[in-house]
């Protein structure tokens, strides 16, 4: 053959084998890219936001468990947002996460969910693929427990709180479901110091020294976010968990807040939604809680009121006065000041990890969740050795409160022996506990044995939630109650392990706090046998957290060998047949003669300059009466004249950090007061301040009315303060 045509021939042999193995390369990238959700295949994410708040005055706060704490107006609104992400390949297969701006999540409101769930969207959500979490503020209105301990404590199963904390939460599902759209999930974590303090230090000290080495923090200072945009790159949600007790508003707070979090959240979501108020816009941002149990806000630690000096002991006790003038505040000079400089603390870390989260999740969807008997569940310690769970009960220290807000009667913190007078009152008035509730409790001394309580009703639930759901390399963990640091750490940690066993490596964990049920607190062995406030709340025993670690450990196993329906099986509880139980007073209103509601009683100032408070007192009604229509209401506006249209357009409502709603309740008649504290970029020009409200009057229906204060004028230069 002639050499030139032998070298053509050649020429062409190569082009055709190379042109077969880039063909091979690319059909076989194109195949690993068809099955792998990546950027060309997304998950399905909605995200939506409801109003969720209940009565803002009379009914008690939850949290502190002060009987004085009842609510008399509001800072902010209060909000649940929920995401939905489902399967690329499979829209059915999805997960629900809720946090809720309420201090927990109670089992009715659990099984009251669920059961509107299932009858708007059959079995498309379940227990199995839902997850409601609260961000744990300790200033909203109670009410919504069927159990007794927590009815006394919120005066009631009160109706108006439960139905708007269930509707706020359908509402947000409801737009998250409807607001579907093809996008992508990014996760980044990252360091957040000196804005929260272990507030059981000493308790965290009786770990052993092999764990707390481990750490360099005696708190979780990691805050892990999730970053949600759609296929073109918009955002459309960010939602984040970090280990924080929204107390900064102490239990003298009577106005109704979503806390720190919730202010880090409402600055995320005014950054996006520009030219919204707040609680409207399509941007949807929430902080979630985590393993907050030992977890203060409140930086400068435990100090005497009385005398300013340090009361960091093991019993946060005070040479004078005791227990109950040992108080932690900080980092401001006030507790709105403190929110304010904890949340924005927040808002600027989440923002930075939000900008700065590249890493895509993808990966199938799984879940599992159980009804667990917690009073009577067998844990394994080791080969030999065996342990049980109790009944719940309370310990003495449980009545001690913390130093974010100590208890009553000057009972102490780390308190492993009972007192005579108090166990014949305890006996008394409720049951002597049994030798074997005792027993099973030890080192704890039982004050409220509640498994062995159950008139009207059962004080406090045996069973509970257990749930963990998986999206592609990240995992939540719904825990229900408040887990402290370690105990938090010990979860993660053997849940990671877990995973790696079955070849599942490099996944990421997520500590949710109070979800489903609220089980109060879950400490170490360790932690519980000195018996601080949190060991005293963990109502299972001293083994609580080992049967919570052998609980996911099962269901771990369960979802990477896909026998998830093997898991064993525990009737769901009931909903009690309770309609409305209330303890809080009729409403009847009355108004001066000659006055009409709405009225302006004192008058604004004709100027102010930016920094100072406009305020204005109105002749006032319960804001009870406007519970029903809360969540299309607000108390109050803040509005700004503009010349070119020659309209009062609205610049503020209540639910903005600026304003406040104060109702003072007087001998049948009360109060509004309207505040606007005026913002240095407030723009110069002409305003009025307007109170929306409604009255009944004693035998009259409902009705609506409104007031308006005088028109004032802002100036533009700052107020020097001293």
């Given at each position: 053959?002639h050499p030139?045509?032998?070298?053509?021939?050649?020429?062409?042999a190569?082009l055709l084998?190379?042109?077969m193995?880039?063909?091979?390369v690319?059909?076989?990238?194109l195949?690993?890219?068809?099955?792998?959700?990546g950027k060309?295949?997304?998950y399905?994410?909605?995200?939506g936001?409801a109003?969720?708040?209940?009565p803002?005055?009379?009914v008690?706060?939850?949290?502190f468990?002060?009987?004085?704490?009842?609510?008399?107006?509001?800072?902010?609104?209060?909000?649940?947002?929920?995401?939905i992400?489902?399967e690329p390949?499979?829209y059915?297969?999805?997960?629900?996460f809720?946090?809720?701006?309420?201090?927990?999540?109670s089992q009715?409101?659990?099984?009251?969910?669920?059961?509107?769930?299932k009858?708007?969207?059959?079995?498309?959500?379940?227990n199995?693929?839902?997850?409601?979490?609260?961000?744990?503020?300790?200033?909203?209105?109670?009410g919504?427990?069927?159990n007794?301990l927590?009815m006394i404590?919120?005066r009631g199963l009160i109706?108006?709180?439960?139905?708007?904390?269930?509707?706020?939460?359908?509402?947000?599902?409801?737009?998250?479901h409807?607001?579907?759209k093809?996008?992508h999930?990014?996760?980044?974590?990252?360091?957040?110091?000196?804005?929260?303090?272990?507030?059981?230090p000493?308790s965290?000290?009786e770990?052993?020294?092999?764990?707390?080495?481990?750490?360099?923090?005696?708190?979780?200072?990691e805050m892990?976010?999730?970053?949600?945009?759609t296929?073109?790159?918009?955002?459309?949600?960010?939602f984040?968990?970090f280990?924080?007790?929204?107390?900064?508003m102490?239990?003298?707070?009577?106005l109704?807040?979503s806390?720190?979090v919730g202010?880090?959240a409402?600055?995320l979501e005014?950054d996006?939604?520009?030219?919204?108020?707040?609680?409207?816009?399509?941007?949807?941002?929430?902080?979630?809680?985590?393993?907050?149990?030992?977890?203060s806000?409140?930086?400068?630690?435990?100090?005497?009121i009385?005398?300013?000096?340090?009361?960091?002991?093991?019993?946060?006790y005070?040479?004078?006065g005791?227990?109950?003038?040992?108080?932690?505040?900080?980092?401001?000079?006030?507790?709105?000041?403190?929110?304010?400089?904890i949340?924005?603390?927040?808002?600027?870390?989440?923002?930075?990890?939000?900008?700065?989260?590249?890493?895509?999740?993808n990966g199938?969807i799984?879940?599992?969740h159980?009804w667990?008997?917690m009073?009577?569940?067998?844990v394994?310690l080791?080969?030999?050795?065996s342990a049980?769970t109790?009944?719940?009960?309370?310990g003495?220290?449980?009545?001690?409160?913390t130093?974010?807000?100590?208890?009553m009667?000057?009972?102490?913190?780390g308190?492993i022996?009972?007192?005579?007078?108090?166990?014949a009152?305890?006996?008394?008035?409720?049951?002597e506990?049994?030798?074997e509730?005792?027993?099973?409790?030890?080192?704890?001394?039982?004050?409220?044995?509640?498994g062995?309580?159950?008139?009207?009703?059962?004080?406090?639930?045996d069973?509970i939630?257990?749930?963990i759901?998986?999206?592609?390399s990240?995992?939540?963990?719904a825990?229900p109650?408040?887990?402290?640091?370690?105990?938090?750490?010990?979860?993660r940690?053997?849940?990671k392990?877990?995973?790696?066993?079955?070849?599942?490596?490099g996944?990421?964990?997520?500590?949710?706090?109070l979800c489903n049920?609220?089980?109060?607190?879950?400490?170490?062995f360790e932690e519980?046998?000195i018996?601080?406030?949190?060991g005293?709340?963990?109502?299972?025993?001293?083994h609580?957290?080992?049967?919570?670690?052998?609980?996911?450990r099962?269901?771990?196993?369960?979802?990477?060998?896909d026998?998830?329906?093997?898991?064993?099986?525990?009737?769901?509880?009931?909903?009690?047949?309770?309609?409305?139980?209330t303890?809080?007073?009729?409403?009847?209103?009355?108004?001066?003669?000659?006055?009409?509601?709405?009225?302006?009683?004192?008058?604004v100032?004709?100027?102010?300059r930016v920094?100072?408070?406009?305020?204005?007192?109105?002749?006032?009604?319960n804001p009870?009466?406007?519970?029903?229509n809360?969540?299309?209401f607000?108390f109050?506006t803040v509005?700004?004249?503009?010349?070119?249209?020659?309209y009062?357009e609205?610049q503020y409502?209540d639910a903005?950090?600026?304003?406040?709603?104060?109702?003072?309740?007087?001998?049948?008649r009360s109060?509004?007061i309207?505040?606007?504290?005026?913002?240095?970029?407030?723009?110069?020009?002409?305003y009025?301040?307007r109170?929306?409200g409604h009255?009944q009057?004693?035998?009259?229906?409902?009705?609506?009315?409104s007031?308006?204060?005088s028109v004032?004028?802002?100036?533009d230069?700052?107020?020097?303060k001293?």
């Amino acid at each position: 053959m002639h050499p030139q045509k032998k070298w053509a021939v050649s020429r062409l042999a190569i082009l055709l084998i190379v042109s077969m193995i880039v063909g091979i390369v690319a059909a076989t990238i194109l195949l690993i890219f068809a099955f792998l959700p990546g950027k060309s295949d997304p998950y399905l994410i909605g995200v939506g936001r409801a109003d969720c708040t209940g009565p803002v005055a009379e009914v008690p706060f939850m949290g502190f468990g002060n009987p004085e704490q009842n609510g008399a107006g509001l800072v902010t609104r209060q909000y649940c947002r929920t995401f939905i992400i489902a399967e690329p390949k499979n829209y059915t297969k999805r997960v629900v996460f809720v946090t809720a701006e309420i201090g927990m999540i109670s089992q009715r409101l659990r099984l009251e969910v669920m059961k509107q769930l299932k009858q708007k969207y059959a079995d498309f959500y379940r227990n199995d693929n839902v997850i409601l979490s609260a961000t744990h503020t300790h200033s909203g209105p109670g009410g919504y427990f069927q159990n007794t301990l927590l009815m006394i404590n919120g005066r009631g199963l009160i109706r108006p709180t439960v139905n708007a904390i269930v509707k706020g939460i359908i509402e947000s599902i409801d737009m998250a479901h409807q607001n579907m759209k093809k996008g992508h999930i990014f996760i980044n974590k990252g360091v957040l110091q000196k804005n929260q303090i272990n507030r059981s230090p000493f308790s965290y000290l009786e770990n052993p020294k092999l764990d707390r080495d481990r750490y360099s923090s005696n708190t979780d200072q990691e805050m892990t976010v999730l970053k949600m945009t759609t296929v073109e790159g918009q955002d459309i949600g960010l939602f984040c968990w970090f280990a924080i007790h929204p107390v900064s508003m102490n239990n003298t707070n009577l106005l109704t807040s979503s806390d720190n979090v919730g202010y880090a959240a409402y600055l995320l979501e005014q950054d996006k939604n520009k030219g919204y108020l707040p609680g409207e816009g399509p941007y949807v941002a929430a902080l979630a809680s985590a393993n907050l149990g030992d977890v203060s806000p409140n930086t400068k630690g435990p100090h005497c009121i009385n005398t300013g000096q340090s009361c960091e002991n093991l019993h946060n006790y005070c040479p004078v006065g005791g227990a109950k003038m040992c108080i932690a505040s900080g980092p401001g000079h006030n507790m709105f000041e403190s929110t304010k400089i904890i949340g924005r603390n927040i808002y600027l870390k989440a923002k930075e990890l939000s900008s700065a989260a590249f890493e895509e999740i993808n990966g199938p969807i799984s879940f599992a969740h159980q009804w667990v008997d917690m009073s009577n569940v067998t844990v394994q310690l080791n080969a030999t050795h065996s342990a049980k769970t109790c009944k719940p009960s309370l310990g003495y220290s449980f009545a001690a409160g913390t130093m974010d807000g100590p208890g009553m009667f000057n009972f102490t913190q780390g308190s492993i022996q009972g007192n005579s007078f108090w166990d014949a009152v305890r006996d008394a008035l409720f049951v002597e506990p049994s030798s074997e509730l005792v027993e099973c409790q030890k080192p704890k001394p039982i004050l409220f044995p509640t498994g062995e309580l159950f008139k009207p009703y059962p004080w406090q639930t045996d069973i509970i939630d257990i749930q963990i759901a998986s999206i592609g390399s990240m995992v939540i963990l719904a825990l229900p109650g408040e887990f402290t640091t370690m105990a938090g750490r010990r979860i993660r940690e053997a849940v990671k392990s877990e995973f790696e066993a079955h070849g599942r490596s490099g996944m990421h964990f997520i500590l949710a706090g109070l979800c489903n049920v609220y089980t109060h607190y879950v400490t170490t062995f360790e932690e519980y046998q000195i018996q601080r406030y949190e060991g005293a709340a963990t109502i299972y025993g001293p083994h609580t957290l080992s049967a919570y670690i052998q609980l996911f450990r099962e269901q771990v196993k369960a979802l990477v060998k896909d026998s998830v329906q093997d898991l064993p099986k525990h009737p769901e509880p009931a909903i009690f047949n309770i309609t409305n139980i209330t303890f809080l007073f009729p409403i009847i209103d009355t108004r001066p003669i000659g006055r009409k509601y709405g009225d302006v009683l004192q008058d604004v100032e004709p100027i102010y300059r930016v920094g100072e408070v406009a305020r204005a007192h109105f002749v006032g009604a319960n804001p009870r009466n406007s519970v029903e229509n809360v969540s299309k209401f607000t108390f109050l506006t803040v509005e700004k004249y503009d010349n070119t249209s020659a309209y009062w357009e609205t610049q503020y409502n209540d639910a903005s950090w600026d304003t406040r709603f104060i109702w003072k309740k007087g001998w049948g008649r009360s109060t509004a007061i309207v505040e606007w504290h005026i913002p240095n970029s407030t723009e110069p020009g002409t305003y009025r301040l307007r109170y929306f409200g409604h009255h009944q009057e004693l035998l009259r229906p409902v009705q609506a009315f409104s007031g308006m204060s005088s028109v004032f004028e802002v100036s533009d230069s700052e107020v020097v303060k001293s």
